[in-house]
């Protein structure tokens, strides 16, 4: 790999060793689109329509399937990480194009994909996503709100709670297509949302559940390790998020954030991991 790519893998390559070591296995995602592509340009109405945007997100595919094919610690590739709402029609094709590229240079790792950010999968007999694109395929949901039912099955869509209830249709597509399902994402709520959340999904269907997130900056709640903001930080937020003259001293302040996220300046809370565990 060259340019841009090579300082990824110069970050992944290591991470991968140290996961190898203690038997963990990583997923990467597309969480954050290439540059100049728009989350919602990539999507296409058929599988052969071109479109450049989705041009740009199959070749930087190719390029970590590629250089990943033959390592036992990568799980497989998330395509796609929660494709806007308004595109259901468009989520199978796009997907299977992205899956075909990954296919030329790596024929054995799983495809994972995400259904649209409300979850929103169409309804039985009648799936926005069709039959599965693999034989080696897993769908994986975000959860975030929401009631927490007994039981999924007391929770699927009905025109009294279709909102919430739609959120586990990806449960039934999987049960209905035979492919396991994963919570890729899941947190930011209440220790008791969390515990219960963790035992709903203890099904048969379901092959785990992540957590997000390990560590943030600040303590907004409902994460497992927190560091603490910075002196000057505040301002380096707020010139990102609405810009104007650079504070002074922003590399110090950028610089001081970054040595805080060290370990030994972590905050745990015993509570989530608790939770965590239902």
């Avoid at 990568?74 to 194009?97: K, M, S």
């Avoid at 790596?106 to 069709?130: Q, R």
């Avoid at 399902?181 to 099904?203: A, H, K, T």
């Amino acid at each position: 790999a060259s340019g841009a790519s090579s300082v990824g893998f110069r970050s992944l390559d290591p991470l991968l060793l140290w996961c190898r070591a203690e038997g963990v296995y990583v997923l990467p995602d597309m969480h954050v689109y290439p540059d100049t592509v728009e989350k919602g340009s990539v999507f296409v109405r058929s599988e052969t329509e071109g479109n450049p945007d989705l041009d740009s997100v199959k070749a930087a595919w190719v390029t970590v399937a590629r250089h990943y094919r033959d390592n036992p610690n990568i799980l497989g590739y998330d395509l796609l990480n929660e494709p806007p709402g308004y595109h259901d029609e468009r989520l199978r094709p796009t997907y299977v194009q992205i899956r075909n590229a990954i296919r030329t240079v790596d024929t054995h790792h799983l495809i994972v994909i995400e259904p649209n950010v409300f979850s929103d999968l169409g309804t039985p007999g009648h799936w926005f996503l069709g039959k599965p694109i693999d034989a080696d395929m897993a769908i994986s949901p975000h959860f975030y709100g929401g009631d927490v039912p007994v039981t999924i099955d007391a929770d699927l869509p009905t025109a009294a709670n279709h909102y919430n209830g739609r959120k586990y249709l990806s449960w039934l597509y999987a049960r209905d297509s035979h492919i396991p399902l994963f919570v890729g994402e899941m947190g930011e709520n209440s220790d008791d949302w969390l515990r219960r959340m963790v035992r709903l999904w203890r099904i048969g269907i379901t092959a785990g559940v992540l957590y997000w997130t390990y560590k943030k900056p600040g303590n907004a709640g409902g994460d497992l390790v927190t560091v603490p903001w910075t002196p000057g930080w505040e301002a380096i937020r707020h010139y990102i998020q609405d810009g104007g003259p650079p504070p002074p001293n922003a590399y110090k302040a950028m610089m001081d954030m970054a040595a805080a996220t060290n370990t030994r300046y972590e905050v745990f809370h015993p509570n989530i991991a608790n939770a965590l565990r239902g």
